[in-house]
Each structure stands twice: as C-alpha cells, then as structure tokens.
C-alpha cells in the first residue's frame, strides 16, 4: 500500500523500528482484532491498537458507560455517561485515528452469537476483556473450535494475569488451567472487592502488546505461560503452564463440542492450583 504523508509521520516511531518498519504497519493496517468487552481491560487495549493503526477493531458489549466506570475504562468520559459503549469506543478511536475501521456489536457475547461475531470480519486476533468466568469460559471456547488466537485476562484489586492462546502449537487453553467456572458467589467480584484503575491500563496494554506481536510475528508471546501482576508489589511472574491433555475443550479427547452459557457471577480472577 502507498503511505500517505500524514500516516508516515503518524507511524513514524513504529517506522524507525528496524523490526517492524514499513512492511509491519502495513501488516497492523491490514488487520483485524476483536475485542470483547469495552471495560477495564478493553478500553486500554483499544486505544493502544487504534492508535498503533490496527485496521479494522471490532467491538462487543451489550453495556452503557457508567458513571463508576469511568475510574478505569477511559475510552470513555464523562459526556459519555448514558450513551452505548461500543458508540462511545468507536467515536474515541475515530477521533484518535481516522484510518481505523470500526466494528460495532451492541450486545452481549453469547453461545448462539459468539461465532458469528469472530466470522463476520475473519479477525486475527480476539481480546477478552469481559470482567465475568461466564464470558471467560464462552470466549476460549468459541476461539479454541474457531482455531483464532486470543488473550486472556483479568483484574481485581490490585493483582492482574494474562495468557495468550495461539491455535496449532499444542499450547494450553484458558480451560486447561482453570478446568469450570468457580461456583457462585466463591469468588469475590470487582464490584463487591474493588479494583485499581490503573490495573486496567498496565494488563490492557499488555493484551495489545500480544496482539501486535502476534500480527508481526515478533518475540515471544504468553502462549504457554501464565503472566500474573501484582500492582503493591510491583512484581511480575511469569509461570510455565502446560497443556492439558483431558482438557475438555482441546484436549486429546474433548467433551466439549458446543457452546455453553453458563451463570454469570462476575469477577476477573480464579484462585486455584494450575496445570503445570
């Protein structure tokens, strides 16, 4: 494709890396990311993506901005308050970049939508940025029988964790290290626990930064590692997991062939012993 001047100076720092230069922002501006849930963790990842020039983002949450939202999901402001997310996300990234296409999907991700939303613009890559195990649970799935690549993640007080999933390289699924959704009411929610705002903004970005890798084919992703944060500490760990063979969804003989919706305690991690 022909640059114009302004998407040369736009790209210019991604440009002058050595590896990704003009041949990469192309791949970035040919591409597709989905991204569910314009929360805590997706309003970062897209704002990071639009800005990177990911061609065309996609958008899924059936939701509306809140008020109390605002403390972490700023893709959003405050004129916002009322208005539908995946509106108010798509008229932030078209202020902060026009070349991105965006996708809209004003509802909620279920069993009977899921995969049509994955196959309506053959996306790259999909961010799970939903803040509920039910959605967690339904989004690996849904990816893992599409075979598309995605990334894990999730925030509560001050501790978040990633993983990335990449179809055909035997590496663990989100069901592999947590094999069901933790019964309700186990697992205290963001809402009844609290989170920092900022926890959104550092594990987001990280969720692009694996989406972006992906796309370029750079370094080494999370696939086969689980990455936790701990914000008071300021630590990171990254942990080796393995892939499940009795996994019921990509494992040597799965169970689970269909979609399933499950109740929806919500809540962003599970406390549990990993496979690995």
């Known amino acids: 494709m022909d640059f114009s001047e302004e998407q040369i100076e736009r790209y210019s720092r991604h440009i002058l890396l050595s590896e990704v230069g003009v041949e990469g922002q192309e791949k970035l501006l040919n591409s597709k990311v989905l991204i569910i849930g314009t929360g805590g963790l997706g ?6 993506l639009a800005a990177a020039g990911i061609g065309t983002i996609g958008l899924v949450d059936g939701d509306v901005v809140d008020l109390s939202n ?5 893709i959003h402001q405050t004129k916002n308050v009322g208005q539908l997310k995946v509106e108010s996300g798509k008229e932030t990234i078209n202020e902060l970049n026009p070349d991105v296409n ?4 004003n509802e909620f991700a ?5 995969l049509n939303i994955i196959k309506d613009q053959d996306y790259d890559f999909i961010i799970d940025g939903t803040d509920n195990f039910a959605a967690k649970f339904l989004i690996n799935d849904a990816c893992v029988l599409a075979k598309k690549p995605f990334s ?9 964790q990633l993983t990335t999933y990449i179809p055909g390289n035997n590496t663990p699924c989100y069901r ?3 094999q069901t ?3 309700e009411g186990m697992v205290p929610t963001c809402r009844e626990a609290g989170v920092l705002g900022v926890m959104g903004g550092v594990v987001g970005t990280l969720q692009a930064t694996e ?9 080494q992703t999370l696939a086969g590692y689980l990455l936790t944060y701990d914000g008071l500490k300021m630590e990171f760990k990254k942990i080796k997991i393995n892939h499940n063979k009795r996994c019921g969804v990509c494992g040597d003989h799965p169970t689970i062939t269909a979609l399933i919706d499950y109740a929806n305690p919500s809540c962003d991690l599970k406390t549990g012993k990993l496979n690995g």
């Not at 279920?110 to 899921?114: A, F, K, M, P, R």
């Not at 989406?211 to 370094?219: H, Q, R, V």
């Open 43 to 48: 309003a970062p990842a897209a704002m990071y």
């Open 70 to 74: 605002l403390q972490r999901q700023i």
């Open 102 to 105: 965006v996708i809209t999907y």
């Open 110 to 114: 279920t069993s009977e939508n899921i």
């Open 152 to 160: 894990h993640a999730g925030i509560i007080r001050f501790k978040g």
């Open 176 to 178: 592999c290290i947590f």
């Open 181 to 183: 959704p933790p019964p």
């Open 211 to 219: 989406a972006i890798k992906y796309i370029l084919g750079l370094g």
